[in-house]
């Protein structure tokens, strides 16, 4: 019996381990950080043969000072697995896909196979090997994989952009890039710039790959159809202050959604003038970001353009400037549906289950926007002017997302933003990143 319950143990241990995040080395002696030591990569199996890679952001150091300004941990490997839960992440892990995740730890935009010399010392930049040490330890499952999703923000996109030939290789694969693109117009600047500006400490390990040329190895459309990746998804915001420097706005926009009409997949918005801060002001990586994701700023959410996406079914194509006069009236039509007046309670739940009414009145929805009646409202633990910090959008199907300030306990300096998302005919939960204890939740009802 005892025998019995130890091999129990250790079948249901391999079992779960299986499944589990595991932390592994790179093998090629040069796959290394800039500190020199050995560079780690995180892999979570499932029950597929759907993989997802992705490749996270980190910005670059393209000379001594910049690199010497940056912190050690950006410089070293990952000591423990990454957990697969920011916004985009846990969406693809929901949908049973193996997931890979590299960490950035070579300053390089994942592309240098090259040392430099900083303050008398030798540094490695083998972001290029990196990847290729990752891709290749995989490489007899991607071969036989069902589908291959790379996906990759701010210099993660551009690490992409670098690595297209060999992903280009692979069957079924596709691509998703937040923050990053090369459209004709920001091509045409960054090509302008190459020419006066001297990129050789981050960039001397890729030229001869780009041709004398590391504009032409960012991601953009002509890149990647040059490397056989024909399914995109990309996301290049107005006012991302890395599309800041292109002066002519309009000639920019029709760009952009020249090329996002060209793969009918993409999201691309006017971040500035909605002040939508991503990772940075404004509209700078999204869809590593919950809020930001799951927002429905126009027409839907980046959450479900991308989930249309990757399930091949439905609207993939968000983009809110230069839209047809018919466009124009299908969107101010939907915003629309849901106009009038409604009676909302505002509930509050601790951890343990105990559950209580906070606060209640009337708001209004008015074109896809909640407006709360303070006068008419009440709000028990705390002034009930929080109702003005509302911020929440509805879009066509009745699904609400944002945000508001709320002090759940009426305690001094206790209050925090709950982030809501759910029906307008169920409960509508907000949580809070600082707050874990409590939960609260909207109903609202004509």
């Not at 994989?145 to 701010?154: K, M, P, W």
């Not at 459209?183 to 780009?210: H, L, P, Q, V």
């Not at 305690?411 to 990143?433: A, H, V």
Request: hydrophobic share 35%; charged share 30%; aromatic share 14%.
């Amino acid at each position: 019996m005892i025998k019995f319950f130890i091999t129990l143990f250790f079948l249901i241990f391999t079992i779960s381990s299986s499944f589990s995040n595991e932390l592994k080395l790179t093998k090629n002696p040069d796959a290394i950080c800039n500190n020199g030591e050995q560079a780690t990569f995180t892999i979570k199996k499932a029950k597929s043969k759907k993989w997802a890679i992705i490749l996270p952001g980190g910005g670059v150091a393209r000379n001594t000072d910049e690199y010497k300004s940056r912190s050690d941990s950006m410089k070293s490997p990952e000591l423990k697995p990454h957990y697969f839960g920011q916004a985009i992440e846990k969406d693809v892990e929901d949908k049973n896909y193996n997931m890979v995740f590299i960490p950035y730890c070579s300053s390089d935009l994942y592309q240098g196979n090259h040392f430099n010399i900083v303050d008398g010392k030798e540094i490695p930049f083998k972001g290029r090997v990196i990847v290729n040490d990752v891709l290749d330890q995989l490489n007899d499952q991607l071969k036989e994989a069902d589908e291959i999703i790379f996906l990759g923000y701010s210099a993660g996109a551009i690490g992409i952009g670098f690595h297209a030939e060999r992903i280009g290789q692979y069957n079924n694969v596709r691509v998703l890039v937040d923050s990053f693109w090369f459209d004709e117009e920001t091509t045409k600047f960054y090509e302008n710039f190459e020419k006066n500006n001297d990129r050789s400490f981050i960039y001397k390990g890729s030229m001869e790959a780009c041709n004398d040329s590391w504009a032409s190895c960012f991601p953009s459309r002509k890149n990647f159809e040059k490397n056989n990746i024909k399914d995109v998804f990309f996301i290049w915001n107005i006012g991302d202050r890395y599309a800041d420097p292109i002066k002519d706005k309009l000639a920019l926009k029709k760009a952009i959604k020249k090329d996002l009409e060209f793969y009918n997949a993409g999201f691309s918005i006017e971040a500035d003038k909605r002040k939508i801060s991503g990772f940075e002001d404004w509209g700078h990586v999204l869809a590593w970001d919950n809020k930001t994701y799951t927002k429905n700023y126009f027409d839907m959410s980046l959450q479900e353009a991308v989930n249309n996406w990757i399930d091949r079914k439905g609207n993939a194509l968000v983009v809110d400037y230069l839209l047809s006069d018919e466009k124009k009236a299908e969107i101010n039509k939907k915003s629309k549906l849901f106009d009038g007046e409604y009676k909302f309670k505002l509930h509050r739940v601790s951890e343990d289950g105990k559950n209580k009414k906070i606060g209640n009145g009337k708001l209004e929805i008015k074109n896809g926007q909640l407006i709360f009646f303070i006068k008419a409202s009440k709000l028990k633990t705390g002034s009930k002017e929080h109702y003005e910090t509302a911020k929440i959008d509805i879009n066509p199907n009745g699904e609400l997302n944002g945000s508001i300030k709320l002090d759940v306990l009426s305690g001094k300096d206790r209050s925090e933003i709950y982030y809501f998302n759910g029906m307008l005919d169920d409960k509508i939960w907000g949580t809070s990143p600082d707050e874990s204890f409590f939960k609260v939740y909207l109903q609202i009802k004509k």
